[in-house]
């Protein structure tokens, strides 16, 4: 299939899609095109004095740059973007998803809030079930909800976006068990942009992101040599907004000493610049949102 750069995003995506084999044993992941992607309001430090300063030609080009690495290693699904609504692009916050059960995100921003009933609209018609959630209990999906498969469980950023009161409906619902971590610096608003698990027990974090006792937390439940710590300026590169794919990570930037980590990690860094998406305090891990764990696996995450 040959993809024209001029034609609309949505297209591309949708033929795209549509060429996909039905059944596909790999990762699978959920992205939205950035055709209505831009910074129009201010809702987390990195939007300061960006609006109306993104490049919808650059947006676009990064944007496919990351689908094309992320389509040799997954299977990829689209949900449809909308006018008026530029942060939809970002699909880690269309909810979280377990099997076939998904708790579609209730958003803190009112800006972003009519997202949910089309992202809502979008898993029914995929075929999961939508599981109960308080209207009053802000949750904004995966962008605060990680699977960390090596320790069987889902670290939970609170603080900023999503309640405190989230982490322990999430172990309800799921039944997984859910560890909560308290996010205090407003430059990394969600989870997602400070800590990420990876593949073999790995974790990548930046810990001043923490308060006090969250750190305590995470330096119980993972051995110091499994913790890979950032420094601020690697932090600032959005490092830990990343995917990890099997042996591949995908990240906007990945600084020398970093990279050194994360080959000892037995880990491959792909830099995909996302330059134009960071203008919102986004990346590559905001930018997709991961359909598993499949039924099979989700045995392995029960609380016992």
Not at 119 to 135: H, K, L, M, Q, V
Not at 198 to 222: C, H, K, M, N
Not at 231 to 237: N, Q
Not at 282 to 294: I, N, R, V, W, Y
Request: hydrophobic content about 45%; glycine content about 6%; overall charge neutral.
């Amino acid at each position: 299939m040959t993809l024209r750069l001029n034609a609309p995003l949505a297209d591309v995506a949708e033929r795209a899609s549509a060429a996909a084999p039905a059944a596909d044993s790999r990762a699978r992941i959920l992205m939205c095109a950035p055709d209505h992607f831009a910074v129009d309001y201010v809702i987390n430090p990195w939007m300061e004095d960006q609006i109306g300063r993104t490049q919808r030609t650059q947006a676009r080009a990064q944007w496919e740059n990351l689908r094309l690495h992320l389509a040799r290693e997954a299977a990829l699904a689209y949900v449809p973007s909308a006018p008026g609504l530029p942060d939809m692009v970002f699909t880690a916050n269309a909810g979280l998803v377990i099997g076939e059960t998904v708790v579609v995100t209730r958003f803190h921003a009112k800006e972003r809030r009519p997202e949910e009933d089309l992202f809502r609209a979008w898993f029914e018609r995929a075929g999961f079930s939508t599981a109960a959630w308080p209207d009053k209990v802000a949750f904004e999906g995966a962008g605060d909800a990680l699977f960390d498969r090596a320790r069987g469980l889902i670290w939970c950023g609170h603080g900023w976006r999503s309640s405190e009161e989230a982490p322990p409906l999430i172990e309800r619902i799921f039944e997984t068990r859910a560890v909560g971590l308290r996010l205090v610096d407003p430059r990394f608003y969600h989870l997602d942009t400070c800590l990420c698990p990876l593949p073999g027990g790995w974790l990548l974090y930046y810990p001043q992101a923490f308060d006090e006792r969250s750190r305590d937390v995470i330096a119980t439940l993972v051995p110091a040599e499994f913790r890979i710590e950032l420094d601020e300026r690697e932090a600032a590169s959005f490092a830990c907004n990343a995917i990890a794919i099997g042996d591949r990570i995908f990240l906007n930037a990945c600084p020398p000493r970093l990279e050194r980590r994360l080959r000892e990690a037995g880990l491959s860094p792909v830099v995909t610049p996302l330059s134009e998406f960071v203008r919102a305090g986004g990346a590559a891990k905001c930018l997709t949102l991961e359909l598993p764990p499949t039924r099979a696996d989700l045995s392995s995450l029960r609380l016992k």
